[in-house]
């Protein structure tokens, strides 16, 4: 199968809250040479807005809306990075009407030369079924837990390891059984599980993915 074409090339990096996948997407986009877009963002952004303004994150009617008006300065908050932001990304990416404003963004991002990685939990599934490269990347949640942990600890800040576990079980349930895109690897995604991978390790990983997929492109 070779294909000369110039069709952007993407890579679509999914998988569960603290994996590694934001920063294995970033450090990849920059080795490959392609502009990164971290989906979770918008999310996060969505659930913000309406959590300042007092907003019930339930209203899906009203999350639609909030999605739908989006500017590219509320992706620019300072208070988009936390777990907090996080809760609130999970809860308004449940209703469909939230997810269907953002696709149109996405794929239009994915779709430009020379081609873009995007990381989330549901761009192999559903917003890019046809990129080039999938990887979900996973670790245990009791790895994840702890990187958290120690990231929070880092930052000076009063954490309980056990708290933490819970939190990520619970996003990972709401993730995966929501009804609308859950969580899940594509069926033609490579797993990657950086339990017992470091940052650069898993790295050299992803480029050889990309690498051996690449070639089978041509
Ligand atoms: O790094 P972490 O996974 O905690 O955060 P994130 O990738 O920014 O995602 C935050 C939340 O947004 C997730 O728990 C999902 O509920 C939601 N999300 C989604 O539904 N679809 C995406 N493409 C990206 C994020």
């Not at 269907?100 to 599934?125: E, H, K, M, N, S």
């Not at 594509?186 to 690449?214: G, H, M, P």
């Amino acid at each position: 199968m070779t294909d000369t074409s110039n069709r952007p090339f993407v890579v679509a990096i999914d998988g569960p809250a603290a994996a590694g996948k934001g920063t294995l997407a970033q450090a990849l986009a920059e080795r490959l040479g392609l502009p990164h877009l971290d989906t979770g963002l918008l999310y996060r952004a969505i659930g913000k807005l309406m959590a300042v303004r007092g907003f019930d994150l339930d209203d899906a009617e009203l999350a639609g809306e909030f999605a739908r008006n989006l500017a590219p300065e509320d992706l620019r908050r300072d208070d988009l990075r936390g777990r907090e932001a996080g809760e609130l990304a999970s809860r308004v990416a449940v209703h469909p009407e939230v997810r269907a404003a953002l696709v149109d963004f996405q794929r239009t991002f994915a779709a430009r030369a020379p081609g873009a990685v995007l990381d989330g939990r549901d761009i192999g599934t559903v917003i890019c079924p046809d990129a080039d490269v999938k990887i979900y990347v996973t670790a245990s949640a009791e790895v994840r837990a702890r990187r958290r942990t120690d990231e929070l600890l880092a930052k000076g800040r009063d954490v309980d390891y056990a708290r933490i576990l819970e939190e990520t079980r619970d996003r990972d349930h709401r993730d995966a059984n929501r009804a609308v895109a859950p969580l899940r690897p594509a069926d033609d995604a490579v797993v990657l599980d950086t339990s017992d991978l470091d940052r650069d390790a898993a790295l050299a990983a992803a480029l050889a993915i990309v690498a051996a997929k690449r070639a089978a492109r041509g």
